[in-house]
């Protein structure tokens, strides 16, 4: 699986931006895909994932301002980021997930960089 994620950039707080990642390869219609961040001298978090089956699940810092939904038919998923904060600045990792066989498999994009000054 491969994943191409777009749409980072610089913003001023309080704007938007959205992300983009699209999967290729071995899809199978049952995974979860999602965005994760790292901010400098951070670990990676959890921001946002959402199953095929449409269950989505947001960290705390960023319900309400956050929106991520897919497209089944391109196997891509979108963040929508508004409201955004310089403690959002981070490099963003797009993420996807399947099971087979009881195993988890991951698999990460490039990573986009997101940079909201204050």
């Known amino acids: 699986v491969q994943l191409q994620a777009s749409g980072g950039g610089l913003v001023q707080a309080g704007g938007s931006l959205r992300l983009s990642c699209s999967a290729s390869g071995s899809i199978f219609s049952l995974n979860v895909m999602g965005w994760y961040r790292q901010a400098p001298g951070k670990p990676r978090e959890l921001v946002a994932v959402v199953a095929s089956g449409g269950g989505a699940n947001y960290v705390d810092s960023v319900k309400g301002r956050f929106t991520i939904s897919r497209d089944n038919a391109k196997n891509t998923v979108y963040l929508q980021m508004n409201s955004l904060k310089p403690e959002d600045t981070a490099v963003y990792y797009c993420?996807?997930?399947?099971?087979?066989?009881?195993?988890?498999?991951?698999?990460w994009g490039q990573g986009t960089q997101v940079t909201v000054s204050s």
């Open positions: 993420h996807y997930r399947v099971w087979i066989s009881a195993t988890a498999y991951d698999y």
